[in-house]
Nanobody, 114 residues
Framework: VQLQASGGGLVQPGGCLRL?????????????MGWYRQAPGEQRELVAT???????NYADSVKGRFTISRDNAKRTVHLQMNSLKPEDTAVYYC?????????WGQGTQVTVSS
């Protein structure tokens, strides 16, 4: 499985961005997809996850601002990010996990700055 992330960029505080991640290969119904992020000098942080049937989970720091979704037919996962803050600045990585294996996308930079 290969993952291709897109949608990062530079945005002002309070703005929004939508990240997308497309997977190649078969993604089983046991899979969990999601996003991590890593800011400079920080550990990688779980942002949001979504199961095949749409059950979601969010980090407390993004609840109410970010929305994760997935399209199983298209093998994509998206992260809608609203009300962005400077502390959301990081490289965002998508992933898919199943059968005890985790596959990662290449990362996309999100910078929130005025």
């Amino acid at each position: 499985v290969q993952l291709q992330a897109s949608g990062g960029g530079l945005v002002q505080p309070g703005g929004c961005l939508r990240l997308s991640c497309a997977a190649s290969g078969n993604i089983p119904s046991t899979s969990v997809m999601g996003w991590y992020r890593q800011a400079p000098g920080e550990q990688r942080e779980l942002v949001a996850t979504i199961t095949y049937i749409g059950t979601t989970n969010y980090a407390d720091s993004v609840k109410g601002r970010f929305t994760i979704s997935r399209d199983n037919a298209k093998r994509t996962v998206h992260l809608q990010m609203n009300s962005l803050k400077p502390e959301d600045t990081a490289v965002y990585y998508c992933y898919v996990r199943y059968s005890l294996s985790t596959y990662w996308g290449q990362g996309t930079q999100v910078t929130v700055s005025s």
